[in-house]
């Protein structure tokens, strides 16, 4: 019961949240100076087709009813065209959203998996060499772009090592298994194309560890500083008292709450992935809805810039309710449908 | 006797300062993230002095030396049109501070007013508008809204920095909503209610002196993240344009001649590292010395 109440509340903020985007952006796209049909037509269209482009965006009506119609549109899945692909622009992002889901679902497991395992191993052996080296490390991981890494590994393990392939999905002589998700590893495994799994995890590794490694220093540490923590108090003295076995206590009353700040972080993580995916897949020359939406700022492609921006908002929200939902689950004390502290 | 007062006044000041200072420096990261910081704003500042090369930063040719490894002459090698690369990274520190100085002025006092006012009437509709619009600016990423903005205005530094600063200062609102809500059910706050001191006195001389630690602190964290998402608009050619040098800029730039002449983008990249670390261990020193656990 308490569940619904809390799920129905974040749903509503969430429409309401994306229809507040939804205006921003509008609001920024249509601010730009110029004639946005004459800039994506160029300087010598001719004036009919011109006007057509305008008369299609709305652009000869007031503001607010250009931005009734976009949303009326919207809401039937229609972006409008985009004015660099000539295409839909819903058909673009379709085609384009799974290769950035498959880099940044990729990239958000290692950066979950390793972050909590280097945390939880350096606060095990806190003030060893092996603790001072995931807090060095993981500081120079924080405070390094993720297109930095991704440079960096191009040169070394693309052009000086060449052991992993540096651009693209996946290899061109290499059979692309049916779509079903889109997703090349996922819909490989499902139809037995291994080959193809295992080309694309090649692929997927470099871009995937340049996005990951950001977040994944910043879980590790503050995995690390909430288990330290947590060691410290009496509830651990208490077990170790009674005889609970060691491994017990870390696995079971240990990292389980030493994790909520953990996960709660991960949204925010997760909203870095998608930013910097941005400029990693422009460097990996990944397929994606981001370097999609990249060239579009680049080209000042409207249609395009609004509908990349939305699906990221969409993608960030629905990440958002998940983390609430497990931080809910871990932690027994946060009352579902309290107002969150933060 | 006004004098002496006076006097005292200032003693404790400095002495409140110099046990803040040991505090501060028995942690040797956060000297070294001071040191980093001083190293790079006095390159930034006096670049002309100090770069060996000062005219390198803009349009120069000179392809007797282009695309030379490091060597003696030039520390860090130099790009494909013969210009010093060292010289061109110190320009490039004066775009990046510049970049978070003016981010950080525009973002803090609005961000800060909005926060405190929504606090201190918390449960009141001000309290409500004021939050769900700074939910609706948080649901993005502020890179990529950033990037949106930089890219429906001409691509150029001042509307990179305008487009960071519409990003940025609902982080500042979040913060200070927190701290003054909290504040407001404080004793000297009634008690000031109740002598009936006006609202702008409870809210500017009240609570806001109570926030400033937690301020400060995010304030010299971010400064690392606004160059950070500076150099990421300049890499994708949103931010600093050529021929002026962005540490982002540059490293886009030696992109294409990878892996032969690594230097030209490999150094840059350094450089932006650098400045992040440095403000990042500050931040971290200052997070401590004060105690401050929100940020």
């Known amino acids: 019961m308490r569940l619904g109440v809390f799920l129905l509340k974040r749903l509503l903020h969430s429409i309401f949240v994306l229809l507040g985007l939804s205006i921003l952006i509008f609001i920024i796209a249509r601010v730009m100076p110029g004639d946005p049909a004459r800039l994506a037509l160029g300087p010598r269209a001719p004036e009919w087709a011109v006007q057509r482009v305008r008369e299609s965006m709305y652009l000869d009506k007031p503001l607010y009813a250009q931005y009734y119609y976009w ?77 930095v890494f991704a440079v960096l590994f191009l040169l070394i393990f693309g052009y000086v090592l060449h052991i992993l392939p540096s651009i693209g999905r996946i290899s061109s002589g290499v059979a692309r298994p049916p779509v079903i998700t889109g997703l090349i590893t996922i819909d490989g495994l499902f139809t037995g194309h291994f080959a193809a799994v295992l080309d694309a995890l090649k692929h997927l590794i470099m871009p995937g560890v340049a996005l990951a490694l950001g977040g994944m220093s910043q879980e590790a540490r503050i995995t690390r500083s909430s288990m330290s923590d947590n060691l410290r108090k009496d509830y ?26 953990t996960v709660s972080i991960l949204g925010l993580d997760f909203a870095a992935l998608l930013a910097n995916a941005f400029l990693v897949e422009l460097i990996f020359n990944w397929p994606g809805m981001s370097r999609y939406g990249i060239n579009g700022m680049l080209r000042k492609d409207l249609n395009a810039i609004i509908a990349v921006i939305m699906v990221m908002g969409l993608v960030f929200i629905v990440v958002n309710i998940l983390v609430d939902l497990i931080v809910a689950f871990l932690d027994p004390r946060i009352r579902l449908g309290a107002e969150r502290s933060k | 006797m006004e004098r002496s007062a006076h006097a005292t006044f200032w003693s404790r000041k400095l002495e409140g300062f110099g046990r803040g200072w040991y505090k501060f420096s028995r942690n040797p990261l956060s000297i070294i993230g001071l040191i980093a910081v001083l190293l790079v704003s006095f390159l930034a500042t006096f670049a002309p002095f100090v770069a060996p090369y000062p005219k390198h930063a803009g349009v120069f040719v000179n392809f007797a030396e282009a695309s030379q490894p490091p060597s003696l002459r030039h520390l860090f090698g130099t790009d494909v049109v013969g210009r010093d690369i060292l010289s061109r990274i110190f320009f490039g520190f004066r775009f990046s501070l510049m970049l978070g100085v003016v ?45 949106a903005i930089c890219s429906v205005l001409s691509p150029n530094i001042f509307h990179a920095m305008i487009a960071v600063s519409l990003m940025w200062w609902p982080w500042y609102t979040r913060l200070v909503y927190g ?42 964290l971010d400064m690392g993240w606004v160059i950070l998402i500076g150099a990421s608009l300049s890499f994708v050619g949103l931010g600093v344009q050529p021929p002026k040098p962005g540490l982002g800029t540059m490293v886009a730039d030696g992109r294409i001649y990878m892996p032969d002449q690594w230097w030209i983008t490999v150094f840059p990249a350094f450089a932006i590292m650098l400045v992040v670390l440095g403000f990042n261990l500050l931040g971290d020193g200052l997070r401590d010395l004060f105690a401050v656990e929100e940020v």
């Not at chain 1, 003295?237 to 491994?247: F, L, S």
């Not at chain 2, 004793?187 to 702008?200: D, H, K, M, P």
């Not at chain 2, 400033?212 to 995010?218: G, V």
């Open chain 1, 236 to 261: 651990i003295a208490a077990e170790r008292a009674q005889g609970i076995p060691e491994r017990v206590i870390n696995l079971k009353y240990l990292l389980k709450p030493s994790l909520i700040p």
């Open chain 1, 71 to 147: 949303l009326k549109d919207a809401l039937h899945g229609d972006f409008g065209e985009s004015l660099v692909t000539r295409r839909d622009v819903a058909t673009d992002i379709k085609e384009f959203l799974p290769a950035t889901m498959e880099l940044v679902l990729f990239s958000g497991v290692i950066m979950a998996v390793f972050g909590i395992l280097l945390g939880a191993i350096s606060a095990r052996y806190s003030n060893t060499w092996i603790d001072n080296v995931v807090r060095i490390g993981s500081y120079a991981g924080v405070v390094t772009p993720s297109f």
């Open chain 2, 179 to 220: 701290l003054s809500s909290s504040l407001r059910n404080e004793f000297f706050v009634q008690a000031a209610e109740v002598t009936g001191a006006s609202r702008l006195h409870i809210l500017f001389k009240e609570i806001l002196p109570n926030c400033l630690s937690p301020i400060f602190t995010k304030m010299s």
């Open chain 2, 103 to 147: 981010v950080l002025t525009l973002v803090v006092p609005p961000g800060v007013i909005l926060g405190l006012t929504a606090g201190y009437f918390k449960g009141t509709w001000i309290d409500t508008v004021i939050m769900r619009i700074t939910d609706i600016f948080v649901a993005v990423p502020p890179l990529i809204l950033a990037l």
